[in-house]
């Protein structure tokens, strides 16, 4: 597995080693053992999600303000924009975001650690999106910063408006939302 730092240093970019030939391919897509000697990251996973989403469907920018969850996310049909915001105060990246493309063709896996806003738009026809979490989902405990906030500047790649849900619609500007310390 390679290790990249994305644009902000702690979301980190996982490429792992994939194994193919005419038959198809082979890859770890989670090893505890490696993802901590390669990354120095020692945390424990207790949820694994999995959704699947049309094209120009665009989730987030979620979080949760207490039980912050760490996501190791990746694609496993299809491709996707995905975007990681920090909202930790003290940082100094605090208000930055980072952009990567995933898809089941590049394998590429992201770490978002807790403390950020995460969201991704669907830029395929449709997207199965996987990711391990470092905390249980608590919908009351979720929050939403508005996908389109002028103030954050996101350039996701979208043809026409992108398919929200409801909640997704009532997204708070960045400047309104509940933020770590």
């Known amino acids: 597995m390679n290790v990249i730092k994305a644009s902000i240093p702690e979301v980190l970019i996982l490429e792992p080693t994939v194994f193919g030939d005419e038959r198809g391919f082979f890859y770890e897509s989670y090893n505890e053992r490696d993802f901590i000697e390669k990354t120095g990251i020692n945390v424990r996973f207790v949820q694994d999600n999995h959704s699947r989403s049309a094209k120009n469907v665009l989730r987030g920018l979620h979080y949760q303000i207490q039980q912050p969850q760490g996501k190791l996310v990746r694609v496993g049909a299809g491709e996707v924009y995905d975007v990681a915001v920090d909202i930790r105060r003290r940082s100094p990246s605090f208000g930055k975001w980072t952009a990567n493309t995933l898809s089941d063709k590049n394998k590429r896996m992201l770490w978002v650690p807790a403390g950020f806003a995460h969201g991704f738009l669907v830029i395929s026809d449709y997207a199965d999106y996987l990711y391990k979490t470092t905390d249980y989902w608590a919908s009351s405990l979720e929050r939403c910063i508005a996908w389109n906030d002028p103030a954050l500047n996101i350039p996701w790649p979208l043809r ?10 009532q997204g708070l500007p960045f400047a309104k939302a509940e933020v770590f310390p």
């Open 160 to 169: 026409g408006q992108p398919l929200l849900s409801g909640k997704d619609r």
